[in-house]
């Protein structure tokens, strides 16, 4: 499939952020200069879309003061018959972030939006307006269906490197266009002090930008809000926010390292121990920095489907909240396993009633690739496998369930994404060579990081069968993003024949491997 020119989104774009957060964009066509006069309202922090449908879509922004938001959108960059949408109040009670919904939009048209905020005292006190776009999904198959995913960012001690210009992953990204980012977790190293240097091979020297926030390990609100502005200080990925918009799931560095609820920390650096509480306020500030339609119901859950036109579904799933303990994993009954009974009970559910072609099933860790925990210093396991190839044990009991409920419900077009594990690759999973052999076959892609430590490829686990067909990853630990291995993947969805193709990328695009999937089949 070819690519689509490019309708002329990033043109709406101009100026960036300095490491200060300070925010240089154009005044809209028509806006008085008088509005970069000093004590109005500033979005410092750019703009975010998310959870784009057929006909709706979720835009964030954060102000640096109180302030109301309101919602401009139109076809075209100027503006012309533009509606107006009065958003929230931003107040310190949300750390002044706050996200509008869109409805009623056409699907698979370019949605143009700008933000302004107005002082709550005299709303013709407007700041400077800052602007967006996104693609509504279409409502036929034949315009096609293009993302990227990945996940990790700012961990194991590397940031944003004004050295080697920050978060220079997400301008590849932005290149290709994509209808949609899919973050697999680990937005954030909240567990991840930065330092203000480190070394690196060859005598060379790595540097942060630094925040009072990044400096400890995350443990109040105000600590975890800060983690999430840190990301926002980098000019790519405010960039790429305004053009792009995202489905976003979570992991454990969002809380805290290897996490799991009812933890307590035997970590020294952490004053507060108890992982329920620290995930509580994490939950909180993450649902403010993202534009996230679940999280705002009484439920506030992070699962949830996004359907994406006729052609694709995507299931986004939680592995952390519902988990149980991480332990040796080989119990013979695992009720709760890694999803919990109720989110695997919804998965089924939402699998068996999709019409989409695809059914993309976003995992924040693998399936078969062994991940331990040795946070206590004892032999735990972290993600699914343990790396017993027999029969299913612990976690693999509720995968080997959902695996046999998808092939004897027939369901097709099933592809599993996911990141975590700071390498990329390729896994196909077939009975032919597993020990559970009650699924059909299917295919696990692996990326990322997006700017963290790279690490050498995992073990695998034989229980489903796995065939890792590509991986590239270093040979050391821990190897910076100055030395490569930093990694994306791309989905591309034919709108004509319906066939899936997988590319897997480095930083700057290059294509590493590429798989292309038929529609309509149960395995492949």
């Known amino acids: 499939m070819s690519l689509r020119p490019l309708p002329g989104r990033r043109s709406v774009l101009r100026g960036s952020l300095a490491a200060s957060a300070a925010l240089t964009l154009p005044v809209a066509a028509g806006a008085a200069p008088a509005l970069a006069l000093s004590g109005r309202p500033r979005a410092g922090w750019g703009v975010q879309a998310g959870d784009v449908t057929t006909d709706s879509g979720l835009v964030w922004v954060r102000s640096d003061r109180p302030a109301r938001m309101i919602v401009e959108t139109a076809a075209t960059p100027s503006f012309r018959d533009a509606r107006r949408r009065l958003g929230p109040l931003l107040g310190a009670d949300s750390d002044f972030t706050g996200t509008t919904r869109l409805h009623g939009l056409p699907a698979g048209e370019q949605i143009h939006y700008r933000v302004l905020l107005a002082d709550p005292d005299d709303p013709r006190r407007t700041g400077e307006p800052v602007t967006g776009t996104f693609r509504t999904a279409s409502a ?39 209808d949609f980012f899919l973050c697999s977790g680990d937005n954030i190293y909240a567990d991840g002090p930065l330092a203000g240097s480190a070394p690196l091979p ?38 790429f926010n305004a053009q792009v918009p995202s489905i976003v799931q979570w992991d454990d ?43 705002r119901r009484p439920s506030g859950r992070v699962h949830r489907v996004q359907r994406h036109g006729p052609l694709l579904d995507v299931f986004v799933l939680d592995m952390r909240t519902y988990r149980d303990s991480n332990s040796p994993d080989a119990q013979t009954a695992d009720a709760q396993g890694i999803l919990g009974r109720e989110q695997l009970e919804w998965l089924k559910r939402e699998l068996a009633r999709s019409r989409a072609v695809w059914k993309v099933i976003a995992a924040d860790m693998p399936l078969g690739l062994v991940v331990p925990d040795t946070t206590d210093g004892e032999p735990n396991f972290e993600a699914v496998a343990q790396g017993d190839p027999g029969a299913p044990l612990g976690r693999e009991l509720q995968i080997a369930e959902l695996l046999r409920f998808v092939k004897h419900r027939r369901i097709t077009g099933t592809v599993w994404l996911t990141a975590d594990v700071h390498h990329t690759s ?34 695998l686990d034989g229980t489903f069968g796995p065939d890792r067909v590509f991986v590239k990853a270093p040979a050391t630990a ?24 997988v590319r897997l990328r480095e930083q700057d695009g290059t294509v590493l491997f590429t798989k292309a999937l038929q529609p309509g089949r149960v395995g492949q």
Request: proline share 5%; glycine share 10%.
């Open 478 to 501: 821990n190897v910076s993003p100055a030395d490569g291995y930093q990694f994306f993947g791309e989905v591309d969805i034919d709108g004509d024949n319906g066939e899936l193709t």
């Open 140 to 178: 036929t198959r034949r315009d096609g269906v293009r993302f990227v995913w990945s996940g990790d960012l700012a961990g194991q001690g590397w940031g944003i490197n004004p050295d080697l210009g920050g978060y220079r992953i997400y301008r590849a990204m932005a290149a290709l266009d994509p």
């Open 253 to 295: 560095h969002e809380v805290t390292n290897n996490w799991y609820p009812g933890e307590i920390l035997g970590d020294a650096r952490y004053t507060e121990k108890d992982v329920d509480v620290l995930a509580a306020r994490a939950r909180r500030a993450f649902s403010e920095y993202f534009p996230i339609s679940t999280l």
């Open 202 to 239: 060859g005598g060379r020297t790595w540097r942060n930008v630094t925040t009072e926030e990044k400096a400890k390990v995350a443990e109040t609100l105000a600590e975890f809000r800060g983690n999430f502005r840190y990301n926002l200080l980098d000019d790519n990925l405010r960039r």
């Open 426 to 459: 390729a896994q196909h999973y077939d009975p032919s060579r597993a020990a559970f052999k009650d699924f059909a076959p299917f295919w696990e892609f692996v990326s990322g990081p997006l700017n963290a430590g790279a690490f050498p490829a995992s073990a």
